[in-house]
């Protein structure tokens, strides 16, 4: 996958979690944290939602890995920022080539 798809996934992911963590009041992280240790949803309704949360942000948590491995990659051919962004910037324009 390429570190523009990765960062666009990343993107659409944190859209998602934004919308949980509005309509919760609290942070994702702080959700997971518990989701994990095993709590429960107080109110049944909550349940779907719970399950869609943890594995958006299980999703989340893989593309920024994936997206750290992407630049750790990169940056071993071009170790500086702006060789980063002008590989990111190519791999945008092979892309929009395909369309």
């Not at 934004?18 to 518990?34: D, M, P, Q, V, W």
């Not at 997206?67 to 945008?92: C, D, F, M």
Request: charged share 30%; hydrophobic share 35%; glycine share 6%.
């Amino acid at each position: 996958m390429k570190i523009n798809d990765i960062l666009s996934d990343i993107h659409a992911l944190e859209i998602e979690l934004l919308n949980f963590e509005r309509k919760y009041g609290i942070r994702s992280e702080t959700f997971y944290a518990a989701h994990i240790e095993g709590e429960e949803p107080e109110d049944d309704a909550w349940v779907l939602d719970f399950g869609e949360w943890a594995s958006v942000y299980r999703t989340w948590l893989s593309r920024q890995a994936e997206y750290r491995n992407e630049v750790q990659r990169i940056r071993q051919s071009t170790p500086s920022l702006a060789g980063l962004i002008k590989v990111s910037n190519e791999q945008s324009i092979s892309d929009a080539g395909r369309l």
